[in-house]
């Protein structure tokens, strides 16, 4: 599968940092949590979150993505994907907690929506640095009772999004789902594995990808060798135990670079 | 399956995990190992780190794949470590495949390595589209002759010299790597390929160009190892396309003592057992009481 | 689709029949030009007649084709009348695809053919399995230049020189035979392979080994028409695993003027008119005005 | 597809020039008038007629036919296939009429056989050297009224095949099929062209085939540069105007032979 040539249709500044593109392809069967690699022609091919059926949500934070931050409707990128496992599905009546941070949202938003779809009750923890960064804060309110916390106070609790996991009875959910810096996801696993309850939370997972269809290894986490593009990106809890998982990670050599 | 013994290597079984596959950490290959790998081999590792080429590095086509990794590798200095768990937590012999731009960057990593009792080392002398690396030096006789006679002058394991198809006549680099105290051939790596999105015009690969791997090579690798069964006197390792257990048998018949197994690992991380599973099976429903029995079994059918 | 002209022939579309399909026979020619070619090679011929290998010559695998047909032809002076009714009965260019085992019989044929008035010679010096013959002769640039000399030097229409991507760098034999006075390079001619029935342990060829062909090549000879067009400065016809228009594209992109498709008439017998008409509504439809505006594209794309 | 080894579960002599080989691979789908390729290993690979859905029916001729005379039950060869264009098939209660010289009853027996099923009227001129050489007899015998003609007289009437098409109404036939040496099957052309129902007449051409599946072009046939092994190797005789046929084939090197 070479990646399919497509047109960008909307570009929607999210946030100051984050821009979402919309394209006239549809990952209609992607599953929430499932990736796309993303081709800025003649610069680099690079994983993103599918935020919507037909599209990507992005944070600047170097080449490519600067690249894209350029471009606008009518302009093209090359997709291929979904690529990668999900969230596992709530039944309905099940109550589920969305922690996302920063550019997390990016795949927590559709599986927030499509919980509610199912009928699931969803309760979301949302932080970022301040108000502004705050991402799909619209689409989180509408689908289930939204918390936020902000690094800055700038809106909800000042601090951490971790901070808002104190003041709940975190053994109420039937599973947890997290997305955003690898240093707020350990915290969270941190908390529930405290509690050993871990088993019941998902983590989306960033490393470096090369292949991003599962051949390489350049995506491998300790000690198991799971890959992050093929058996990931989202890992139940049990699996991250005595992992890499908020100590290290590596690069494009496949040296290693500690959080 | 019994052991079995090929170049110098004790092997579990005859399906091997090929070089850049599932092959950048120690866990990752365990990991393979433990999937019923008979003997694995880790990505080729150079003198000084190297991030690699640009994305997209591998894409899947209908009948193959392309990839241009570009070699990356943190270097040997940082790669020993991953080299020791490896060997550490796997029950199959672990081959270190290596690479460098001249014998003495060879020697260096292939000293580095040492230390970490790999079964034996690859060299990479193949790779298609790591300039001034790989297939830039095994189109050259000399340059392999020298460089394979470098690093088994430093090391007390067997070395297995890995060839590019990408030559006039791949006898003649296998003969010089021979001379030189090789201790198998493998055959071959990735075959020089091109793909280009047409809708955007641009080529399909960050490096523009890479090499070709799956089905598609698997005839010019049964070529290629056909061939220098014919013509050399040490093992020859398969490597081109294998899939299933067929493609294994095809190219043990061929000429080939053992078969690496690279891009299928796509279709499943457990695909080195299923076949070495499958050529078992294979071997006891035709009456064959050995894997050895139908090494080159072709080259007696006439 | 209007005419155009590619190394000094007016093709009707830049889909060409390649040699060796279709192309034993004056009325199977003119079948294949009615059937919407651009232009048509004839079956290579060589100076004597030859009955080829045994069969099986020719198998269809997954992914692709393997042929060793061994060049069987009943020589110029028998295959000159068979020429003279393509040429009569085809409203498109002939190409006679010519071979030796060395200048002197290479010229032998051109100047048995020339009466006929084909548009344009092709040199076959790249069948992977003819000894003495075809790529025996094409790995080495001087033999390829003191061919292509010689021949261009009797006839007076423009001599195409086909070339075998079984040698270590194509673009040096290229060069060697446009420095004698190539008007076009065609690239490329199968790639050498082999298949083996397991279950016999024979080789399925009846020659053993023979040439692949089809979409495993593809990418293959993509970055040969690639390097080519970067070094060279006459046009390059592409060949290699062309069976869709978006094959087509893709190759015309990478470099080629215009395109041969060979295997892919298992598919259809109409699919060069099929590939053509593709061709031109991928122009019309991208917005560009013609063939020649994306020959090279990727080059461009950086 | 590469040939698929099989394995010979039987040998029947049928005459004292041909042998049925049949095997444990079925063609089911195989129409009666399809060829497959059979491998004899080592040697070369032919093309036969289907005379059985899993068998082939030989005549000794050369090198590899003789080979396979030198094989027996267990022993293998390499079949692929079905290949070509069969027979029209008839409708219930058609006329038809076969007309089969020598091993040119190998797949005509089928098509009498599947004729009979579907319920069609069935002749069979059938002719031969002698009585003992008249192939699949019985076959024939068991599918429709059979009338016989031998060279030597030891068996039906003494002479050509062909002789039989004078003492009959050939216009009663919605369709003749024909299959045998070449110059017979043109005899019979020539005298159905002269009573201009050649259009009503089907047959299985021979020629050389290297490929066997329609692309290298050896058995073509002038001038409308029809594929024996791919367009045929039935066809309809109205194909066969103004053709090679009768007159000239060519050989392993594309050279014209005379008939
Ligand atoms: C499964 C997954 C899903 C992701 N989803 C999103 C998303 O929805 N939105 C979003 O903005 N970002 C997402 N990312 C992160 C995104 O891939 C990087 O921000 C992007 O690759 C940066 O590219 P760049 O060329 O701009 O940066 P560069 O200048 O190349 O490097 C900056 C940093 O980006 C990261 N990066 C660069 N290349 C890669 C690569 N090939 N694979 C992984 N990380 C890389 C590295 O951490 C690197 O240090 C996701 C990453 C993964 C692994
Ligand atoms: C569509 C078709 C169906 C046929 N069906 C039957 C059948 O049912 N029974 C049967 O006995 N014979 C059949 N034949 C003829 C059969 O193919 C030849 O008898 C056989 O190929 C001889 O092979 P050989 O090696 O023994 O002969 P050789 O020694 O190779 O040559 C003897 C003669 O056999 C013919 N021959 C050889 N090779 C081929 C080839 N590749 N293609 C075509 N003809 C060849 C030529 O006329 C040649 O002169 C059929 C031929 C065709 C084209
Ligand atoms: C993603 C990828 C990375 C590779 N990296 C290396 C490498 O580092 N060293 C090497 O010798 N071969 C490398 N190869 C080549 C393979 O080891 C193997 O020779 C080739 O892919 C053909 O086998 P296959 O068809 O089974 O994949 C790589 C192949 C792939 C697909
Ligand atoms: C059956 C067959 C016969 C061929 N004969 C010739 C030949 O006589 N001369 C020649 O130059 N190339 C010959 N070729 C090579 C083709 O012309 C072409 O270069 C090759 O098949 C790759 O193109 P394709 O993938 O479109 O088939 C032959 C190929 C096939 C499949
Ligand atoms: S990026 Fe290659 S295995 Fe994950
Ligand atoms: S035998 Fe090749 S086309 Fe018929």
Known sequence: MIPIYSKIIEVIEETPSTRTFLFDVEFSDALPGQFAMVWVHGVDEVPMGISYKNGVTVQKVGDATSRMFELSEGDFMGLRGPFGNGFTLPSPNEKILIIAGGVGSAPLAPLAEEAKNIGADVDIFLGSRCRDELLFRDRFNKTGNLLIATDDGSEGKCGFVTDLLLDVDLGEYHRIHVCGPEIMMYRVFRILQDKNIHENAEFSMHRYFKCGIGVCGACCMDKLGLRVCRDGPVFNGKLLEDSEFGQYARGPTGGKYKF | ?302
Chains 1, 4 share one sequence.
């Open chain 2, 1 to 302: 399956m019994n052991n079995m013994k090929v170049a110098g290597v004790n092997l579990k079984n005859p399906v091997i995990l090929a070089s850049g596959i599932m092959g950048t950490t120690g866990a990752s290959l365990s990991r393979m190992a433990q999937s019923g790998a008979g003997g694995i081999v880790t990505k080729s590792i150079g003198p000084r780190p190297k991030k690699g080429h640009k994305n997209p590095s591998m894409v899947k086509l209908d009948f193959g794949y392309l990839n241009a990794m570009g070699l990356p590798n943190p270097s040997y200095s940082e790669f020993s470590e991953e080299l020791r768990i490896a060997v550490e937590k796997s029950d199959v012999p672990v081959i270190a495949s290596i690479f460098g731009g001249n014998a003495e960057e060879f020697v260096e990593v292939a000293e580095g390595l040492m230390g970490e009792s790999p079964a034996a080392f690859e060299l990479n002398v193949s790779c298609p589209h790591a300039e001034g690396y790989g297939a830039s030096i095994g189109v050259d006789s000399c340059l392999v002759e020298a460089i394979t006679a470098a690093v088994c002058h430093v090391v007390d394991v067997p070395v297995w010299v890995k060839l590019t198809p990408n030559v006039t006549d791949i006898v003649s680099v296998g003969q010089a790597a021979v001379d030189a105290g090789a201790s198998a051939i493998v055959a071959i790596n990735t075959v020089r390929g091109m793909a280009i999105d047409i809708y955007s015009g641009y080529p399909v690969l960050g490096n523009r160009f890479g090499g070709l791997s799956g089905d598609a090579i698997r005839p010019i690798a049964v070529k290629c190892v056909y061939d220098l069964y014919a013509a050399l006197d040490v093992p020859i390792i398969g490597v081109g396309g294998i899939s299933k257990w067929e493609d294994a048998i095809e190219m043990i018949m061929a000429g080939a003592s053992a078969v690496e197994v690279g891009s299928a690992v796509y279709e499943s991380i457990n695909v080195l057992g299923d076949i070495a599973r499958g050529i078992d099976t294979f071997l006891e429903d035709a009456g064959y009481s050995s894997v050895e029995e139908i090494v080159g079994l072709t080259h007696r059918r006439i």
